[in-house]
C-alpha cells in the first residue's frame, strides 16, 4: 500500500481520495501516515504554478505588442 499512495500522491491525488482508496478509518490516518510525501508533491505544485504564470505573462506580452501594433 505504500506504493499506491506513493503513486497517488505524486499524481496529485486528493488526500480524502487516498483515505477512501486506501481503506482508512480518518483522513488524520492517511495524513499521519503519508503526509511527509506531501513535501515532494510541494515542488511539483509549485513547478506547475510557475509554469502556467510563465505562459500567462508570455500570453498578455504577446497581446501588448500585438496591440500596440495596430
Known sequence: MPTCAAILI????HPKAIQERLGHSSIEVTMDTY???YES????LADALDAVHAAAVASAGSRARGLRAV
Open 10 to 13: 505524486d499524481q496529485g491525488a
Open 35 to 37: 503526509g511527509h510525501l
Open 41 to 44: 508533491a510541494e515542488d511539483a
